[in-house]
């Protein structure tokens, strides 16, 4: 069966830095694009980031460039959040999810998900 669980949330003060795993059982991340999500109180679902599943390419928000990045470790079936500078506006449940896309940026298109770590950026 086919699962992904994330783990590294937490709270933090403005400013600072968490990363997140997006580890994976019961199958090989090794074809999957991976993409993170993220749903704040009374918001809609976004992507924040997506890697495909050979790693060569990502893709960002706009309001994470420059402060997020993603990367995947195959061979620990693991994929990545690192996210630094971070800001209240960042708050929110992060999910991943894995897909079979052809572009990792198809965010609508993804279709296993995990059950969410939160994330608190607050003094």
């Known amino acids: 069966q086919l699962r992904l669980v994330e783990s590294g949330g937490g709270l933090v003060q403005p400013g600072r830095s968490l990363r997140l795993s997006c580890a994976a059982s019961?199958?090989?991340?090794?074809?999957?694009?991976i993409g993170w999500f993220r749903q704040a109180p009374g918001k809609e679902r976004e992507g924040v980031s997506c890697?495909?599943?050979?790693?060569?390419?990502?893709n960002y928000a706009d309001s994470v460039k420059g402060r997020f990045t993603i990367s995947r470790d195959n061979a620990k079936n693991t994929v990545y959040l690192q996210m630094n500078s971070l800001k209240p506006e960042d708050t929110a449940v992060y999910y991943c999810a894995a897909g079979l896309l052809p572009f990792c940026y198809y965010y609508s298109d993804y279709g296993s998900w995990g059950q969410g770590t939160q994330v608190t950026v607050s003094s």
């Open positions: 890697i495909s599943s050979s790693g060569g390419s990502t």
């Open positions: 019961g199958f090989t991340l090794d074809y999957y694009a």
